[in-house]
């Protein structure tokens, strides 16, 4: 498992190089990471990021449609669907779909798994789902959510001594703070 665990790390820095940059490429990294990495996770025990992986195989797809989607046409020149903030209406409706998740995959783990962090578990994958919804409308905020997914997930991963990946994800939460300062210059280019 080292092998795919080291490849999910070069393939997730990739990832993030072009989500900091708001590349539409980075839904390619975003479907061969989560494929690796069902299978990493499910070796560590880590059920819900086992399953969380499914969801970002899934995510991928829908957010290289909306950015495909979200792309304008003016004069001859095609415009990149825009960064934005999150509509005040939306937050409500998020926090509610996190603690729903939270709550959920942590009785299913608590009930049907053998995890032995369950709620650290389950925090990081519910917040991802928040956090990859936010991705594919491209919302400036979706940075927030990584850094306090990658923080988390950084220690998680130490404890289960998935050490290249708990390097990957303490990157990822230093770089989620440049990326969310760029995508907030990026957001006053447009």
């Known amino acids: 498992?080292?092998?795919?665990?080291i490849l999910g790390t070069i393939v997730g820095v990739i990832y993030l190089i072009l989500e900091y940059r708001a590349s539409i490429y980075l839904w390619i990294a975003g479907i061969v990471m989560p494929?690796?990495?069902?299978?990493?996770?499910?070796?560590?025990?880590?059920?819900?990021?086992?399953g969380i992986n499914i969801?970002?195989?899934l995510a991928a797809v829908y957010g290289l449609?909306?950015?495909?989607?979200?792309r304008t046409k003016n004069a001859d020149k095609e415009i990149e669907k825009p960064i934005t903030h999150?509509?005040?209406?939306v937050y409500a409706p998020l926090a509610l779909v996190f603690a729903i998740a939270w709550l959920g995959i942590a009785y299913v783990l608590a009930?049907?798994?053998?995890?032995?962090?369950?709620?650290?578990?389950?925090?990081?994958?519910?917040?991802?789902?928040?956090g990859m919804w936010l991705l594919a409308h491209k919302y400036v905020e979706q940075w927030l959510s990584w850094i306090a997914v990658d923080i988390v997930s950084a220690g998680l991963y130490v404890y289960k001594e998935l050490y290249f990946t708990s390097v990957l994800y303490a990157v990822y939460a230093i770089i989620a703070i440049f990326g969310y300062l760029k995508w907030k210059q990026m957001m006053k280019e447009y």
């Open 1 to 5: 498992m080292n092998y795919l665990e």
């Open 35 to 50: 494929a690796i990495y069902i299978f990493v996770y499910y070796e560590a025990g880590l059920y819900a990021d086992f």
């Open 55 to 57: 969801y970002y195989l």
């Open 65 to 70: 449609v909306v950015w495909k989607l979200g």
């Open 86 to 89: 999150v509509p005040g209406k």
């Open 111 to 130: 009930n049907y798994t053998n995890s032995d962090v369950v709620w650290l578990d389950s925090f990081t994958t519910a917040l991802s789902v928040v």
